[in-house]
């Protein structure tokens, strides 16, 4: 058998293919030649062969058949062998083949090889590719490599240790004996390196990092080397555009960075440092940048004092005006990792990152629409709106959808003005209508419904959106619904915030025909201009017999949704007509659900299920609110509105004065009244009221933990704990979560918690986890309260208790004021 | 932590692929075409840095490239390294090949794979910077090339031969050799670089 041919001329000849597929006649013919050669056990070209092998699986090709042979070749005693053995071995085997445990045995051998250039190899190898049992096995000696006084070695020790320890994180301690003189080197190579290892070892384990920090003095020997880095002038061999090794500065810095991060004396130590550096360094080529960038996000990062930090800011906002793009892209992604700490001095360069909205770069756009959503608030958002609605305009459609996600979630949070707010979402919807987010849709109908003198604005808008183009299924399906709701706005011709249009029924009809039959329209689309049609049945006068004949064709649509709903609305029509003006009412003001905690509980009526009420005794009949302006006027405070203005009020039984009897009688959590005749008029949105459990209610997603849990009633057995959280989006709101235990020997029944607050205050208690303290403490009720305190007063709470206890029932009254101020502040 | 180093030309064929943790064959040459395809879209004066494709795992991970005459460097970063640093690197890595090869071209990298390889593992072991230092890198490279010229045998000899008369150095031979009033002229040997 001819000589296998030589790597060089393998590539020569696959360059001349001309096709992919000459190509892969090429190679296989070479595959099955290279196979016979491999079971021919052929030691003298096994090493080229494998070379090819290596080559064709760069383009592609498969190459497991090579595996074994790459072990063969480790185990040889040549090295140009071993050399191309392991970079077979780390490019074709990896921890899944069962394979690569054979090395084990070869490359311990090879780590305590003669020469250095093989034991290089194995832990070159070794770090990149060795499993938890490997790294398990060859963890120590690497350990003794990275003691030895090579310097070559040194290095690559330490880097493979790196891997051990992230593939098997308790052989940690195992270096740390071994750390103590890394930072002595001169060699900048192994600084470099060790510094990794220590970077990797703080930030793996706090225990470390505090060892670090104490014992160690780390901060001290790394300013030192940064000094000398700084200050030592010329150096020919670590120069890089005329800075002194800057990725060994730019290393020390992160490292600095992790141990000052909490830690105020390490940040002391290093404030001086950090001065120099950010004050000397050249900043005309990419690498003095580079390391300001590093310097930047090491003082935003600890406990530095407010002068740096302010310099800090400034470099970043010189960055954001420099021509490079690269500068300002990391400018950028800086600024938002700092958005949050140090918002005010973002907000200065304000300008700047808006212009960058403009810029050609993708990825620049990007983190400047990022940037600015971080950057919007109360007093900027008009500014900053038109920009956003420009860009969203202009960009590319990969943007459409997060932008307008994120434009309505700022419109949300700081609309100056309803109006305002309604025009920027329908700016939103006709430019950029069809990237609107599918849960967009309903959030969009229930604002508006909400903001109720705006309704006759609204519709007139969005009528006059959808005349001319009705392709944008969202803008449609919120046109349709508005139609629909407040089609008779739209033809009497009333609009005070605009010049009202002239709309006979006919038109409007015409328009939502138009959107059923099109083909552009969705069938969600069609299901809502459906209805839309139906419920102007209750709200047109002229036009009713157009709109039965409509729905009566749609009662034979092939869609099946369509077809239900068209049937469903003819028996309307045909069987049921008298209940049809109740059910097509105007919607009543809806409930906002969602994780963000509103700031107000809006209450329900009618079509929405009634509040539950679990274990708590039924309501005695409709809403009796004065008692519960006597309690509140007990806790010291002004006047109440009513609760809820539709119910009728009654007169207690008993009459004011006796806490215990007031508090016993009303139910003072109560239901609001399950008012079951709906009313025609739209709520009155956001009373302020004391509510019961609408379980529907999901708890802050994001909370801040910390804030000390106090005992707030602790008798007769029975102990009740508060422990707080704080919502992150509403500082107003507390979450009080209670638990009740029982430490004697029989259980308490029919336990029930009752709480009343201040007037500033508003109260929600959601329902308990059950009626039954169990004995000897061996479980608990749960119950959450949430307070909204606007005021930022100070939280005092009274309680009632009730249950039954050893046969006789117990009361107790008493007053909660040991709240902590993190809770309310 | 570098995810992978990627070197293809201005058509997409990778001339050198390294990924420096656990990916399937086929999911590698995808990744390729992925890469190629979001950095070949990009203008020369944008900046160097792409979100990573969603094969290469996400929004942690960064494109840092740099465009050479015909060929794409293309480091596949996590956020723990610094970008302008990576930027840096590429720049060193290009620097010691063109050390290493004098005057490396795109026909170097394809032919010398192995060697190219040798030398970024002297530069990037398991995803982390070893060296920078190019002086160093490119003495230990010399070095090891020569431990393997010496063991080359025989079959190394035509090699050995070539570099012997490489580095003879004929232009300092005297081309007039004057004894006296007999001047000899040598002919005059083709320079043989």
Same mark, same amino acid.
């Given at each position: 058998?001819?000589?296998?041919?030589?790597?060089?001329?393998?590539?020569?000849?696959?360059?001349?293919?001309?096709?992919?597929?000459?190509?892969?006649?090429?190679?296989?013919?070479?595959?099955?030649?290279?196979?016979?050669?491999?079971?021919?056990?052929?030691?003298?070209?096994?090493?080229?062969?494998?070379?090819?092998?290596?080559?064709?699986?760069?383009?592609?090709?498969?190459?497991?058949?090579?595996?074994?042979?790459?072990?063969?070749?480790?185990?040889?005693?040549?090295?140009?062998?071993?050399?191309?053995?392991?970079?077979?071995?780390?490019?074709?085997?990896?921890?899944?083949?069962?394979?690569?445990?054979?090395?084990?045995?070869?490359?311990?051998?090879?780590?305590?090889?003669?020469?250095?250039?093989?034991?290089?190899?194995?832990?070159?190898?070794?770090?990149?590719?060795? +499993? *938890? !049992?490997?790294?398990? =096995?060859?963890?120590?000696? #690497?350990?003794?490599?990275?003691? @030895? %006084?090579?310097?070559?070695?040194?290095?690559?020790?330490?880097?493979?240790?790196?891997?051990?320890?992230?593939?098997?994180?308790?052989?940690?301690?195992?270096?740390?004996?071994?750390?103590?003189?890394?930072?002595?080197?001169?060699?900048?190579?192994?600084?470099?390196?060790?510094?990794?290892?220590?970077?990797?070892?703080?930030?793996?384990?706090?225990?470390?990092?505090?060892?670090?920090?104490?014992?160690?003095?780390?901060?001290?020997?790394?300013?030192?080397?940064?000094?000398?880095?700084?200050?030592?002038?010329?150096?020919?061999?670590?120069?890089?555009?005329?800075?002194?090794?800057?990725?060994?500065?730019?290393?020390?810095?992160?490292?600095?960075?992790?141990?000052?991060?909490?830690?105020?004396? +390490? *940040? !002391?130590?290093?404030? =001086?440092?950090?001065?120099? #550096?950010?004050?000397?360094?050249? @900043? %005309?080529?990419?690498?003095?940048?580079?390391?300001?960038?590093?310097?930047?996000?090491?003082?935003?990062?600890?406990?530095?004092?407010?002068?740096?930090?302010?310099?800090?800011?400034?470099?970043?906002?010189?960055?954001?005006?420099?021509?490079?793009?690269?500068?300002?892209?990391?400018?950028?992604?800086?600024?938002?990792?700092?958005?949050?700490?140090?918002?005010?001095?973002?907000?200065?360069?304000?300008?700047?990152?808006?212009?960058?909205?403009?810029?050609?770069?993708?990825?620049?756009?990007?983190?400047?629409?990022?940037?600015?959503?971080?950057?919007?608030?109360?007093?900027?958002?008009?500014?900053?709106?038109?920009?956003?609605?420009?860009?969203?305009?202009?960009?590319?459609?990969?943007?459409?959808?997060?932008?307008?996600?994120?434009?309505?979630?700022?419109?949300?949070?700081?609309?100056?003005?309803?109006?305002?707010?309604?025009?920027?979402?329908?700016?939103?919807?006709?430019?950029?209508?069809?990237?609107?987010?599918?849960?967009?849709?309903?959030?969009?109908?229930?604002?508006?419904?909400?903001?109720?003198?705006?309704?006759?604005?609204?519709?007139?808008?969005?009528?006059?959106?959808?005349?001319?183009?009705?392709?944008?299924?969202?803008?449609?399906?919120?046109?349709?619904?508005?139609?629909?709701?407040?089609?008779?706005?739209?033809?009497?011709?009333?609009?005070?915030?605009?010049?009202?249009?002239?709309?006979?029924?006919?038109?409007?009809?015409?328009?939502?025909?138009?959107?059923?039959?099109?083909?552009?329209?969705?069938?969600?689309?069609?299901?809502?201009?459906?209805?839309?049609?139906?419920?102007?049945?209750?709200?047109?006068?002229?036009?009713?017999?157009?709109?039965?004949?409509v729905v009566s064709i749609y009662g034979s649509s092939i869609d099946v949704e369509l077809q239900q709903r068209a049937v469903e609305y003819n028996a309307l029509f045909k069987k049921y007509d008298h209940m049809r003006s109740a059910l097509l009412e105007r919607m009543p003001v809806m409930e906002k659900v969602t994780t963000n905690g509103p700031t107000e509980i809006v209450q329900t009526n009618g079509e929405t299920e009634p509040a539950p009420l679990e274990t708590k005794p039924p309501p005695t009949g409709p809403q009796p609110t004065s008692q519960a302006n006597d309690l509140l006027d007990l806790l010291g405070g002004n006047d109440i509105t009513p609760v809820i203005p539709t119910v009728p009020t009654s007169k207690p039984a008993s009459a004011g004065g006796e806490l215990l009897d007031l508090l016993g009688d009303i139910n003072l959590t109560g239901s609001p009244a399950a008012a079951a005749t709906p009313s025609s008029v739209p709520q009155i949105s956001q009373p302020p009221f004391l509510l019961d459990g609408l379980s529907s209610q999901p708890l802050f997603n994001d909370i801040t933990t910390g804030i000390p849990s106090i005992t707030a009633y602790s008798k007769n057995g029975l102990k009740i704990e508060f422990t707080f959280e704080r919502s992150n989006t509403n500082p107003s709101v507390t979450v009080i979560t209670i638990q009740a235990s029982n430490s004697?020997?029989?259980?308490?029944?029919?336990?029930?918690?009752?709480?009343?607050?201040?007037?500033?205050?508003?109260?929600?208690?959601?329902?308990?986890?059950?009626?039954?303290?169990?004995?000897?403490?061996?479980?608990?009720?749960?119950?959450?309260?949430?307070?909204?305190?606007?005021?930022?007063?100070?939280?005092?709470?009274?309680?009632?208790?009730?249950?039954?206890?050893?046969?006789?029932?117990?009361?107790?009254?008493?007053?909660?004021?040991?709240?902590?101020?993190?809770?309310?502040? | 932590?570098?995810?992978?180093?990627?070197?293809?030309?201005?058509?997409?064929?990778?001339?050198?692929?390294?990924?420096?943790?656990?990916?399937?064959?086929?999911?590698?040459?995808?990744?390729?075409?992925?890469?190629?395809?979001?950095?070949?879209?990009?203008?020369?004066?944008?900046?160097?840095?792409?979100?990573?494709?969603?094969?290469?795992?996400?929004?942690?991970?960064?494109?840092?490239?740099?465009?050479?005459?015909?060929?794409?460097?293309?480091?596949?970063?996590?956020?723990?390294?610094?970008?302008?640093?990576?930027?840096?690197?590429?720049?060193?890595?290009?620097?010691?090949?063109?050390?290493?090869?004098?005057?490396?071209?795109?026909?170097?990298?394809?032919?010398?794979?192995?060697?190219?390889?040798?030398?970024?593992?002297?530069?990037?072991?398991?995803?982390?910077?070893?060296?920078?230092?190019?002086?160093?890198?490119?003495?230990?490279?010399?070095?090891?090339?020569?431990?393997?010229?010496?063991?080359?045998?025989?079959?190394?000899?035509?090699?050995?031969?070539?570099?012997?008369?490489?580095?003879?150095?004929?232009?300092?031979?005297?081309?007039?050799?004057?004894?006296?009033?007999?001047?000899?002229?040598?002919?005059?040997?083709?320079?043989?670089?």
């Amino acid at each position: 058998m001819p000589a296998p041919i030589r790597l060089r001329e393998l590539i020569r000849t696959i360059r001349t293919a001309r096709t992919q597929a000459e190509e892969r006649e090429m190679i296989q013919k070479e595959c099955a030649a290279i196979r016979s050669s491999f079971r021919e056990e052929d030691n003298t070209y096994r090493c080229r062969n494998v070379a090819k092998l290596l080559y064709m699986h760069m383009l592609g090709y498969p190459a497991h058949f090579g595996q074994l042979e790459c072990l063969k070749l480790i185990a040889s005693q040549k090295f140009t062998d071993k050399r191309i053995g392991y970079l077979g071995a780390m490019l074709l085997l990896d921890e899944r083949q069962d394979v690569h445990l054979l090395m084990t045995n070869c490359i311990k051998n090879d780590l305590n090889h003669s020469t250095q250039f093989v034991q290089g190899l194995a832990l070159c190898t070794l770090g990149c590719m060795g +499993s *938890s !049992e490997m790294c398990r =096995d060859l963890a120590g000696e #690497v350990e003794k490599l990275l003691k @030895t %006084s090579n310097s070559y070695l040194r290095k690559k020790a330490a880097l493979c240790a790196v891997h051990v320890i992230r593939k098997v994180p308790e052989l940690m301690e195992m270096f740390l004996p071994a750390t103590k003189n890394l930072l002595n080197e001169k060699n900048h190579g192994v600084l470099h390196t060790s510094v990794v290892l220590l970077t990797e070892m703080c930030e793996r384990s706090p225990d470390m990092l505090a060892h670090f920090r104490k014992n160690e003095k780390l901060v001290p020997q790394l300013v030192r080397i940064l000094k000398n880095l700084i200050m030592s002038g010329y150096s020919p061999e670590h120069d890089v555009s005329g800075i002194s090794d800057p990725f060994l500065q730019v290393r020390i810095l992160r490292l600095l960075r992790i141990l000052g991060r909490n830690d105020d004396d +390490s *940040s !002391e130590a290093m404030n =001086d440092i950090l001065a120099q #550096v950010a004050t000397n360094t050249e @900043t %005309s080529k990419n690498v003095g940048n580079a390391i300001l960038y590093e310097t930047v996000l090491t003082i935003m990062d600890i406990k530095s004092e407010s002068g740096l930090r302010v310099l800090a800011i400034n470099i970043l906002g010189r960055f954001l005006l420099n021509n490079d793009k690269n500068i300002r892209y990391v400018a950028l992604t800086s600024l938002l990792k700092t958005v949050q700490t140090d918002h005010n001095a973002v907000q200065r360069h304000r300008s700047t990152i808006v212009d960058c909205l403009k810029d050609l770069d993708v990825s620049i756009k990007r983190r400047a629409m990022e940037l600015s959503f971080a950057l919007v608030n109360g007093n900027n958002i008009r500014g900053m709106m038109k920009e956003l609605l420009y860009f969203l305009d202009s960009c590319e459609p990969e943007f459409k959808a997060d932008c307008a996600s994120g434009i309505f979630l700022a419109a949300e949070k700081y609309a100056p003005s309803k109006r305002w707010h309604i025009d920027t979402i329908m700016r939103v919807l006709t430019t950029a209508g069809s990237y609107v987010r599918d849960d967009a849709v309903p959030n969009l109908i229930q604002l508006i419904t909400n903001s109720v003198e705006m309704h006759a604005y609204t519709v007139q808008r969005l009528y006059k959106a959808i005349l001319g183009d009705y392709s944008q299924q969202p803008l449609v399906q919120v046109a349709a619904w508005c139609i629909g709701e407040y089609g008779d706005l739209l033809v009497s011709g009333q609009c005070e915030e605009e010049e009202p249009i002239q709309v006979t029924e006919d038109e409007v009809l015409d328009i939502l025909e138009s959107v059923l039959i099109s083909n552009m329209s969705t069938s969600v689309t069609r299901g809502y201009a459906l209805t839309a049609i139906m419920k102007l049945s209750t709200r047109f006068t002229c036009t009713v017999n157009r709109i039965k004949k409509v729905v009566s064709i749609y009662g034979s649509s092939i869609d099946v949704e369509l077809q239900q709903r068209a049937v469903e609305y003819n028996a309307l029509f045909k069987k049921y007509d008298h209940m049809r003006s109740a059910l097509l009412e105007r919607m009543p003001v809806m409930e906002k659900v969602t994780t963000n905690g509103p700031t107000e509980i809006v209450q329900t009526n009618g079509e929405t299920e009634p509040a539950p009420l679990e274990t708590k005794p039924p309501p005695t009949g409709p809403q009796p609110t004065s008692q519960a302006n006597d309690l509140l006027d007990l806790l010291g405070g002004n006047d109440i509105t009513p609760v809820i203005p539709t119910v009728p009020t009654s007169k207690p039984a008993s009459a004011g004065g006796e806490l215990l009897d007031l508090l016993g009688d009303i139910n003072l959590t109560g239901s609001p009244a399950a008012a079951a005749t709906p009313s025609s008029v739209p709520q009155i949105s956001q009373p302020p009221f004391l509510l019961d459990g609408l379980s529907s209610q999901p708890l802050f997603n994001d909370i801040t933990t910390g804030i000390p849990s106090i005992t707030a009633y602790s008798k007769n057995g029975l102990k009740i704990e508060f422990t707080f959280e704080r919502s992150n989006t509403n500082p107003s709101v507390t979450v009080i979560t209670i638990q009740a235990s029982n430490s004697t020997e029989l259980d308490m029944t029919d336990f029930v918690f009752q709480a009343a607050v201040p007037k500033t205050f508003q109260l929600q208690l959601l329902s308990p986890s059950s009626s039954i303290v169990p004995a000897f403490n061996t479980g608990t009720i749960t119950q959450v309260i949430k307070v909204l305190n606007p005021q930022k007063q100070q939280l005092r709470m009274r309680i009632k208790l009730t249950y039954n206890h050893k046969g006789s029932a117990m009361q107790d009254l008493a007053e909660v004021n040991n709240f902590p101020p993190q809770s309310w502040q | 932590m570098i995810k992978a180093i990627l070197i293809f030309n201005n058509h997409g064929k990778p001339r050198l692929s390294k990924f420096y943790q656990h990916i399937n064959e086929d999911t590698q040459q995808q990744i390729i075409r992925e890469t190629f395809h979001l950095v070949s879209k990009r203008d020369e004066n944008v900046c160097n840095f792409l979100e990573g494709g969603l094969l290469i795992g996400g929004s942690d991970n960064r494109l840092i490239y740099r465009h050479y005459a015909t060929l794409y460097f293309v480091f596949c970063v996590d956020s723990s390294e610094s970008e302008l640093g990576i930027l840096d690197l590429i720049q060193v890595f290009v620097e010691t090949l063109d050390k290493c090869f004098e005057n490396v071209c795109e026909l170097d990298l394809i032919f010398h794979v192995d060697k190219v390889h040798n030398i970024l593992a002297e530069m990037v072991m398991g995803g982390m910077v070893l060296e920078t230092n190019m002086n160093e890198i490119v003495t230990q490279i010399d070095a090891q090339n020569k431990l393997e010229k010496s063991e080359a045998g025989l079959a190394g000899a035509p090699a050995r031969a070539v570099s012997a008369v490489k580095n003879m150095n004929l232009p300092e031979i005297p081309r007039n050799i004057n004894i006296g009033d007999i001047s000899i002229k040598v002919p005059n040997l083709p320079s043989f670089k």
